[in-house]
Nanobody, 118 residues
């Protein structure tokens, strides 16, 4: 069973950079045909896909967030990361990592709550 686990700071101040890590077990992020994705859900809103990294390190991202988003990976640890720059309270959300095949997300992490507040 593929497992994903997010880790993050919990609280970030406005204008700072949010950094999250997703640790993956029972699957390699460098093999197969899946993308490894970041998704968030803000209070009272639906799920928003942020971006993903593929097995070859190729990156796709949401156009509206692209200028503030950086997705990377550490293959030695089987982890992938998200950095979101210049956060505002609008970035307060539960952030999830997931394994993606086309538009289907087959495995999810439990999510981590991120609050942006001074």
């Amino acid at each position: 069973q593929v497992q994903l686990q997010e880790s993050g700071p919990g609280l970030v101040k406005p204008s700072q950079t949010l950094s999250l890590t997703c640790s993956v077990t029972s699957a390699s992020i460098t093999t197969g045909y899946w993308f490894w994705s970041w998704i968030r859900q803000s209070p009272g809103k639906g799920l928003e896909w942020i971006g993903a990294i593929g097995p070859a390190g190729d990156i796709i991202s949401q156009p509206s967030l692209r200028s503030r988003t950086s997705i990377s990976r550490d293959t030695s640890k089987n982890q992938f990361m998200l950095q979101l720059d210049s956060v505002t309270p609008e970035d307060t959300a539960i952030y999830y990592c997931a394994r993606q095949t086309n538009s289907y997300f087959s495995f999810w992490g439990q999510g981590t709550q991120i609050n942006v507040s001074s």
